[in-house]
């Protein structure tokens, strides 16, 4: 159960929006637009917005480039997560990685196996932190992005929540550098 502890000030997050498709523009990008849509209704700020194409070398360098931003907190990619050839988002993804979050993957799994059965089975949703950054790549149709916003990051992106949240621990994502 998701609770809000309305005594707690929301904290807006940075955003950057990745859409992975050899096809798309921005102007046909239905998942990406679903994404920006949420993430600002929710209050937290788009910090930026790509496309790029499947090839695991240029999402890993857009990765990079925005996990090295300051002003970039979350990044959140849509599309190729599935099995076929060109589907190289999730490698990319381990690419970059410091740390894995193994439950999002089983959390999205739960939430999809709701709403599409076993059809589930296909999506290899990750989740993982790099730099201080949370990264998640998502599956590429707008009804998968709706589902993992609205069920978990929607939440988990929230401060107030309870009985915690991704947010309150940013500062601590990256005190190992900070170690001697």
Same mark, same amino acid.
């Given at each position: #159960?998701?609770?809000?502890? +309305? $005594? ?16 798309? @523009?921005?102007?046909?990008?239905? =998942?990406?637009?679903? &994404? ?16 790029? @194409?499947? +090839?695991?070398? #240029?999402?890993?360098? @857009? &990765? /990079? ?11 959140? =990619? ?7 050839? /060109?589907?190289? %988002?999730? +490698? ?16 999205? %799994?739960?939430? =999809? #196996? $709701? ?26 149709? !707008? ?7 609205? +069920? ?18 940013? !500062?601590? &994502? ?7």
């Amino acid at each position: #159960m998701s609770r809000i502890d +309305e $005594n707690k000030e929301f904290i807006p997050v940075r955003i950057a929006v990745l859409t992975v498709s050899d096809t798309r @523009q921005l102007s046909e990008d239905r =998942s990406g637009d679903t &994404l920006v849509a949420r993430i600002t209704e929710a209050g937290h700020h788009l910090a930026d917005r790509k496309i790029v @194409q499947d +090839e695991r070398d #240029m999402i890993s360098a @857009q &990765l /990079r480039d925005w996990i090295a931003d300051k002003e970039i907190d979350v990044i959140i =990619s849509t599309g190729g997560t599935g099995l076929t050839g /060109r589907d190289v %988002t999730v +490698e990319a993804h381990r690419d970059v990685y410091e740390k894995e979050i193994e439950a999002f993957a089983t959390v999205f %799994t739960i939430v =999809s #196996m $709701n709403k599409i059965g076993t059809s589930a089975v296909q999506s290899r949703a990750t989740g993982g932190v790099a730099g201080g950054t949370y990264l998640f790549a998502l599956p590429g149709s !707008p009804g998968a992005c709706k589902d993992a916003w609205d +069920e978990i990051l929607k939440w988990q992106l929230d401060y107030r929540h309870r009985p915690c949240n991704f947010v309150e621990i940013f !500062p601590r &994502l990256d005190e190992h550098l900070r170690r001697k």
